[in-house]
């Protein structure tokens, strides 16, 4: 099965997702973008300042590998990923945010922001908003350093947060931005609540008594992808006692439709529904998939796709309504 599937990076799978969703209904969306617990030690070589917690001036080690001096708490940042937008404000960073990506769509408040670009940054306009800080992606260090050093030069403080595909990743960024901001107890709070949260989820999963056979779909027919290893729906389904029937696969993987009925799923989850409509009455009244087992047993769900890609605090959210779709009779007590 292997040599056949077609594998893409995750920046290429959320290119062709934005592509699609532009296409189909002129909605953006950027669902983000797959170690020692930041929580038990709080003095991780990323995060290791040089003064006392929420002191500055202060030095962390960012996504770049570098180390980053901030001589000054910021008043005032932009955010160019949308995960980084949400870490953001779930510190309390909020007030300070004059400006986000495109596609920040959460908390709200964000609707009211000024919005600065994406992968490609709207580099006057973030000039314009003459931040303290600019919170970017690897993304951008490896792509548009020139343009990081032009923000540099005008006294902004430019801090890369590193991709994410699992849990303890997220952690570490929220402790990176927490200590880049002058927030760090409230990032120990956040990732404290988190890792609580999701031991919950592992303990309540030790009652289901048969795995279920799930099959993740992030994009719909005639171009479908799953999710195999190394990411985040992969680590959900282990945390909830899934099985992912995409698992011998690794990342974002395409599919055809006979490969995937042949996988016979007991449960399928879409992540679409935010640019397809009724994706989960789509998936059952496609040909020929009548007798796969979750279609037969209507159970076909759609989850809210930043809750279980975009590496930020939600993610929690994800894998608890993950259990309670697949498992009602364990999570849904």
Same mark, same amino acid.
């Given at each position: 099965m292997k040599t056949s599937k077609t594998r893409i990076s995750f920046l290429s799978f959320m290119l062709a997702i934005l592509l699609a969703v532009m296409v189909g209904c002129g909605a953006t969306e950027e669902g983000n973008e797959s170690k020692e617990s930041p929580s038990e030690t709080n003095t991780s070589e990323e995060t290791q300042g040089e003064s006392s917690a929420g002191g500055f001036p202060v030095t962390i080690k960012d996504g770049s590998?570098?180390?980053v001096e901030i001589k000054a708490e910021p008043e005032a940042i932009v955010s160019v990923l949308a995960s980084n937008t949400e870490i953001a404000f779930a510190l309390g960073q909020g007030e300070k945010m004059v400006g986000v990506s495109d596609y920040s769509n959460y908390p709200a408040e964000t609707a009211n922001i000024e919005k600065v670009g994406g992968q490609e940054m709207n580099v006057e306009k973030i000039?314009?908003?003459?931040?303290?800080? %600019?919170l970017v992606s690897t993304f951008h260090y490896e792509n548009h350093s020139d343009v990081l050093q032009q923000f540099k030069k005008a006294g902004m403080d430019v801090v890369v947060v590193d991709d994410a595909n699992s849990f303890e990743d997220v952690y570490k960024n929220i402790q990176l931005v927490g200590k880049a901001t002058g927030s760090s107890d409230k990032a120990d709070e956040i990732v404290k609540d988190m890792e609580t949260r999701l031991a919950e989820v592992?303990? =309540?999963?030790?009652? %289901?008594?048969?795995? =279920?056979?799930v099959w993740v779909e992030v994009a719909p027919a005639p171009d479908i992808f799953t999710t195999g290893t190394g990411t985040f729906m992969h680590e959900m389904l282990e945390a909830i006692n899934a099985e992912n029937v995409a698992?011998?696969?690794?990342?974002? %993987?395409?599919?055809?439709?006979?490969?995937?009925v042949n996988l016979n799923p007991e449960v399928i989850i879409t992540t679409y529904g935010y640019y397809v409509e009724n994706p989960e009455e789509q998936v059952v009244n496609r040909e020929g998939w009548s007798e796969v087992p979750a279609v037969e047993n209507e159970q076909v769900f759609d989850v809210d796709n930043d809750t279980v890609t975009r590496p930020g605090p939600r993610l929690i959210d994800g894998v608890e309504r993950l259990g309670e779709l697949i498992y009602p009779e364990v999570f849904g007590e």
């Open positions: 590998g570098e180390q000039l314009s908003l003459n931040p303290d800080m %600019v592992k303990e =309540k999963a030790k009652k %289901v008594e048969e795995k =279920k056979k698992a011998e696969e690794e990342g974002w %993987v395409k599919f055809t439709e006979e490969e995937a």
